[in-house]
């Protein structure tokens, strides 16, 4: 794909942002017959934000679009599955802080695990059960699972029992920012460490109505309840505050090296665009959503998470050598002092970070 297809993609993006839908309409169309997603390249990606720019001013793609991507549509779960089991930068970042929460959980009488946004807990279990095989289960673990998703928590709930650990689950069915004062007197009162995992889920944090900044607010409760450790994994771009035009060049600068990372994978060229169509629903929200507060994909840098953990009170810690995995081939993992970066071609995709409480 050339240059000269991305400048139409930025055209496109800057008279949209300024409301100028018709001539945003006619670079698109002129983009489009530059497209062909069934090559190996940029293409799928192009369609990608093709899609979503077409969408956000009223223009739908056409049936021909509709039924390449509907060809790699699978249910979530699979692409779920199919992206544990092949991407390694999410490999690379379950493996990393699934060992930072482990070290603080192994041999432990007692202890607490907080994971905001468990999902259906799989990271969670995976550690308990390595932690079983090892004979260093806590004797007895309290969970306490934050995640709007009543299912979610149940099934979080089965997934961590059946590792066979002892342990009491609480069920918290809400958004992190949306967490009562009876939630946190739970944290607070719960048996110690505190240990907290927070993956992939503090993106979603959006500032309220009065532009409180969310985020920072709930650090600073986190700070407050005295966690022994807070292991957070997030994306490193930036799509949080920043105006169309630059959050759709930040999205670019994340995703192409991400499509990129996908095409050097030894998979199926099918398996390689179900797994690019796992992002459609990003693209989608990053830059293909007319109401800013509608959007739900909101990653910040880890260099901006770092100032917020700092600027709550927490300290980031170098991560033991021993939680670093070796790296999987095309990725790359870099260790700096305060989190482990995980990319592809020198390009930080995502960031793992390991946070104590700053004392004095």
Not at 84 to 99: K, N, Y
Not at 119 to 134: F, I, K, M, N, Y
Not at 136 to 156: E, F, M, N, Y
Not at 185 to 210: E, G, K, Y
């Amino acid at each position: 794909m050339s240059v000269h297809a991305f400048d139409m993609l930025c055209r496109a993006v800057e008279e949209t942002d300024a409301g100028r839908t018709d001539t945003a309409r006619r670079w698109l169309d002129k983009l489009r017959g530059l497209i062909a997603p069934e090559k190996v390249g940029d293409d799928f990606l192009y369609l990608l934000y093709h899609d979503a720019l077409a969408r956000r001013i009223g223009n739908c793609q056409d049936e021909r679009d509709n039924l390449y991507l509907r060809r790699f549509e699978r249910p979530q779960i699979e692409l779920f599955d199919l992206m544990a089991r092949h991407m390694p930068a999410v490999t690379l970042a379950g493996r990393i802080g699934g060992a930072l929460l482990a070290d603080h959980l192994a041999g432990r009488d007692t202890a607490t695990l907080m994971s905001v946004g468990i999902g259906s807990g799989g990271q969670e279990a995976a550690v308990l059960t390595e932690l079983a095989s090892r004979g260093q289960a806590p004797g007895r673990l309290t969970v306490i699972g934050v995640d709007p998703a009543v299912d979610s928590l149940h099934q979080a709930e089965r997934s961590i029992r059946d590792t066979r650990v002892p342990l009491d689950f609480h069920h918290v069915p809400r958004f992190a920012e949306h967490m009562t004062e009876e939630d946190w007197d739970l944290v607070r009162r719960a048996p110690r460490p505190l240990v907290v995992n927070a993956a992939f889920a503090l993106h979603h944090l959006r500032d309220n109505a009065s532009g409180t900044d969310e985020r920072s607010a709930f650090l600073a409760k986190l700070r407050d309840a005295e966690p022994d450790v807070l292991v957070l994994c997030e994306p490193d771009s930036d799509h949080h505050r920043v105006a169309l035009p630059e959050r759709f060049r930040n999205s670019w600068r994340h995703f192409h090296p991400v499509f990129r990372l996908i095409d050097a994978l030894d998979v199926s060229a099918a398996d390689r665009n179900a797994m690019k169509l796992f992002f459609r629903r990003e693209v989608v929200d990053i830059v293909g959503t007319a109401d800013d507060e509608e959007r739900y994909e909101r990653h910040e840098p880890a260099g901006t998470w770092l100032a917020r953990l700092r600027g709550a009170g927490f300290r980031p810690m170098p991560a033991p050598a021993e939680s670093v995995s070796e790296t999987i081939p095309p990725a790359f993992i870099r260790q700096d002092p305060d989190s482990v970066r995980i990319g592809f071609d020198g390009e930080s995709i995502l960031a793992v970070i390991h946070a104590v409480p700053a004392h004095g």
